[in-house]
């Protein structure tokens, strides 16, 4: 179904980030004193929404906000994008999604993410902009928004030959019913070891578990398991070979939304027709840009800052 302009449609979640540098995460019962602080628009779903836009896609968004000026913050975010928000839901009875992020001197973090209004996206919002998901090259969805929206989403796009890509995070256990639809799976280490039951230590141990996973997903030839692996790149397994693909070696400032851009890239590239491997590698390019940034949705890179990277 590739358009001219790659159509991607985002279901996910938009939140509002507040990120402290710290020089190590704090203890139990204990206080730090940190060394900056910023507030950055945020969530799966805006962000790889962002990362898609940036690297010029056509890109809907369906989510939902609160009636708040973080709602306004991001609201205002996706016209600066040139993402279509027209489907993304203003609700009086929930606030806006929020994260809290503890940066360490190295890039890594850890994060709490509080959904508030994500997790009241609804059938009927689906319903009301399922034209978009119809019409798209291809459907990018998380899980920061309820399964069961996602799943019904997907349905949609496997109705209209829309490619659907998932990437299942936070990790969470998940039915069957909603990976039968999944056509490109990527999910990091941690999500891999979750929804495979196996614990992964070597390669032949990653490679072993995405095959479980690529069991569960639809059984087409184009179907994948991409399990991403940060620095060490990416594995990809297809129903006829398993590749490693190596990722560009960068000096990590925040790795924030990294696996965004991996995402946001990855369903980019897809939606122009491109092959998996060469999507594969032009996401790994894009999760590399972005960790050399600080804040997620900030980080998410260009087509030129991947061009000067490569």
Same mark, same amino acid.
């Given at each position: ?29 204990? +206080?730090? @004193? ?63 999604? =929020?994260?809290?992020?503890?940066? !360490? ?38 899980? !920061? ?36 639809? =999944?056509?490109?799976? +990527? ?5 891999? !070891? ?10 032949? !141990? ?73 999507? =594969? ?28 990277? @490569?």
């Amino acid at each position: 179904m590739n358009h001219t302009t790659p159509k991607v449609t985002v279901v996910g979640s938009l939140n509002v980030d507040l990120v402290c540098h710290a020089m190590r995460r704090p203890d139990t019962g204990e +206080t730090l @004193i940190g060394d900056a602080f910023d507030i950055f628009t945020g969530g799966k779903g805006f962000n790889q929404a962002t990362a898609a836009a940036r690297l010029g896609a056509e890109v809907t968004l369906i989510g939902s906000v609160g009636t708040d000026l973080f709602g306004d913050m991001l609201l205002a975010a996706t016209e600066n994008e040139h993402i279509d928000s027209r489907f993304v839901t203003k609700r009086t009875d929930v606030g806006t999604g =929020v994260a809290t992020i503890v940066i !360490e001197p190295d890039g890594d973090n850890s994060i709490i993410v509080v959904p508030r209004a994500n997790m009241a996206l609804t059938i009927a919002d689906i319903d009301v902009a399922a034209d978009c998901i119809a019409d798209a090259d291809a459907l990018l969805l998380q899980l !920061e928004t309820p399964v069961t929206v996602s799943e019904y989403a997907a349905a949609i796009a496997k109705r209209h030959g829309t490619k659907v890509i998932l990437n299942p995070a936070p990790a969470q256990p998940l039915p069957d019913s909603l990976l039968g639809y =999944v056509d490109i799976l +990527t999910p990091n280490q941690s999500e891999t !070891e979750l929804l495979s039951g196996m614990k992964i230590s070597t390669h032949e !141990e990653a490679c072993r578990a995405a095959e479980v996973l690529r069991d569960r997903i639809v059984d087409t030839a184009d179907a994948a398991v991409v399990l991403t692996l940060g620095k060490q790149g990416a594995l990809m397994l297809t129903a006829t070979a398993s590749e490693h693909i190596s990722a560009l070696s960068v000096a990590p400032v925040d790795t924030t939304g990294a696996g965004d851009a991996f995402c946001g890239a990855l369903a980019t590239a897809l939606a122009k027709g491109e092959t998996l491997r060469s999507a =594969v590698e032009f996401a790994n390019a894009a999760g590399a840009a972005a960790v050399t940034v600080t804040g997620a949705t900030p980080s998410m890179p260009t087509q030129a800052k991947i061009n000067r990277l @490569i």
